[in-house]
């Protein structure tokens, strides 16, 4: 997330902590051989820079609150899965509102900065977060269902969203929601070079998640910006879709 706001930009991390992980899969021309290990390698050089970045937690914040108001949630029964969770700066802002909270990320350094918070915020042992390639590791988290999965600030990471959005439904129980948190593409805006080798785009429009939904057979409920932040971030939007019973 990090891009700053100038319309060629892309600063490192992703502001809030993302550690985008499920940087998973295929060639991008021009990238890395492996956008995945690219992603892997760029979070575990930076985590000891991640809460230094701007906008860190104030788009945590700011996301979380989104994030509540799209889908109803209860500390006493709501199951949650950050997917590309970081070093958990919006798993941490989502703890007080859910029962049970996993975050999934490629890079093992931000999992274990984000299981050290955790720890910090006194979750209970139903929270916690783990290394894991879901394009590839085929029995992370087998069986398990969720009330509500999302990734936030990251989809712009990923080689294949399809994919992605497809393997992130079938996490969903019945009814369950899917949310994309990313940043709001709204003009010609792209990413520098020098993160090319990581981030394959800057944003995404509302025809683009309503087809990544479709793609992966969830129903499109909605697409909306999240209100601005005074602090100058990326403007960023929530959409929402949902698995049919």
Do not use: W
């Not at 859910?98 to 274990?112: A, F, L, R």
């Not at 879901?134 to 069986?143: C, E, F, Q, R, Y």
């Not at 990923?158 to 949310?179: N, Y």
């Amino acid at each position: 997330m990090a891009h700053d706001n100038t319309s060629t930009t892309t600063t490192i991390p992703c502001a809030h902590g993302h550690g985008h992980g499920g940087h998973h899969h295929h060639h991008h021309p021009g990238a890395a051989p492996n956008l995945a290990e690219a992603n892997k390698h760029h979070y575990d050089q930076h985590v000891a820079d991640f809460d230094a970045y701007p906008h860190i937690f104030t788009r945590a914040r700011r996301t979380a609150l989104a994030m509540r108001e799209a889908v109803p949630l209860t500390k006493e029964s709501s199951s949650v899965l950050e997917f590309a969770c970081g070093t958990g700066a919006v798993c941490k802002e989502m703890l007080p509102h859910v029962k049970e909270i996993i975050g999934i990320d490629i890079s093992p350094g931000v999992v274990e900065r984000c299981n050290q918070r955790f720890k910090e915020e006194g979750a209970n042992e139903s929270c916690y977060a783990i290394a894991a390639d879901i394009s590839t590791d085929k029995d992370v988290l087998a069986g398990k269902k969720f009330d509500l999965v999302y990734c936030a600030s990251a989809y712009h990471h990923f080689a294949s969203p399809e994919e992605i959005t497809r393997l992130l439904g079938a996490f969903l129980k019945p009814g369950g929601s899917l949310l994309i948190i990313d940043n709001l593409q709204k003009g010609d805006e792209t990413i520098a070079e020098e993160h090319r080798h990581y981030t394959t785009r800057f944003g995404f429009v509302e025809e683009d998640v309503k087809g990544l939904y479709a793609a992966a057979g969830l129903e499109f409920v909605s697409f909306a910006q999240i209100p601005s932040d005074a602090g100058g971030d990326n403007d960023i939007f929530i959409a929402k879709g949902v698995k049919a019973f």
